[in-house]
């Protein structure tokens, strides 16, 4: 299986448009290299592509990454984006892919609810975009040789789907993940998590590769770093730190390669020399950047 980290960034990227924190001041200046938003790229035979999320960056993705060129005059290696949520970051680049090329959607029922609902996705043509229904643990074939199987982990309704309570760790098909086989092996995609109970940890246990939820290092992060006062958990999004964060939930997952994506632009382990990135790395993960490819 191939796989390219089309943006390792969370919603915002990095440097945010309206942010000066000290990582998006070094993405300015240089200093940090810059993220897009939340998309990968998984092919088996390095020709024909599923996009997992379709960020609005997935423009300059394509641009940037030579496999997802046109083959001919018009033209995408791109056959399939598969949704994990509603998000803004996964959704709104299906706007960007109304050009006539055909593809398939696949998205659990609520998810493409929040489509159907919203007249702007109209622009793709259903003649040529086709909008796949996908069922919890209910494998599908997005590509030949791959099968993916989505399954509904810990998380919340769509920042602009929120009423006056979220329930923020909602198991559903609001927040999906994926467990993607290929050529024999399994690729875990769970790019928003909010928390890790036992049973999720007991699957990840077959995972040759897992990209996880790496969006704050700390609950509190934006608060700290004066952006904000959102916790992680009120985001959906669980912690890399502390007793009940992904470090240690997961530290018993040694066979896995594991990676952290869907990296908010506040998060300290962006910045190179420091004691949290340190700390990822000596606990076995590595860091997602774009254009970043892996091989299973
Ligand atoms: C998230 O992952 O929490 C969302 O992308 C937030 C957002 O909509 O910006
Ligand atoms: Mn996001
Ligand atoms: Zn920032």
Redesign the pocket.
């Known amino acids: 299986m191939f796989i390219t980290i089309l943006g390792a960034g ?3 990227g990095l440097p945010q448009w309206n942010c000066g924190c000290r990582n998006c001041t070094d993405a300015r200046t240089g200093r940090l290299p810059p993220m897009t938003q939340s998309s990968v790229a998984v092919s088996v035979n390095g020709v024909d592509w599923a996009i997992l999320n379709a960020s609005p960056d997935i423009r300059a993705q394509f641009a940037a990454n030579p496999s997802m060129h046109p083959p001919s005059l018009r033209g995408s290696p791109m056959r399939a984006v598969v949704l994990t949520n509603g ?4 959704v709104a680049g299906l706007l960007t892919l109304r050009e006539k090329t055909p593809f398939t959607v696949y998205a659990t029922s609520e998810t493409l609810g929040v489509l159907d609902h919203d007249s702007v996705f109209c622009v793709l043509d259903p003649a040529l975009v086709t909008k796949q229904h996908i069922t919890l643990d209910a494998a599908f074939h997005p590509l030949a040789g791959m099968e993916i199987t989505p399954f509904a982990v810990p998380g919340k309704v ?2 602009y789907m929120e009423g006056e309570t979220v329930d923020t760790e909602a198991m559903g098909e609001n927040t999906v993940g994926l467990r993607i086989a290929g050529g024999a092996k399994v690729l875990y995609y769970i790019p ?1 998590c909010a928390t890790l109970p036992d049973w999720l940890l007991d699957r990840l246990g077959e995972a040759d590769m897992l990209l996880f939820d790496g ?1 704050v290092w700390e609950n509190d992060e934006m608060e700290q770093t004066g952006t904000g006062a959102k916790t992680g958990a009120r ?3 669980i912690s890399m730190r502390g007793d009940a964060g992904s470090l240690a939930r997961l530290s018993a997952l040694t066979d896995t390669r594991k990676i952290y994506i ?1 990296i908010n632009n506040t998060n300290p382990i962006l910045q190179p020399d420091g004691p949290e990135r340190a700390e990822a790395l000596a606990q076995g993960w590595q860091i997602a950047a774009d254009g970043m490819e892996l091989e299973l």
């Open positions: 969370a919603g915002g998000d803004i970051d996964h769509p920042l928003g969006t985001m959906g999004h869907h």
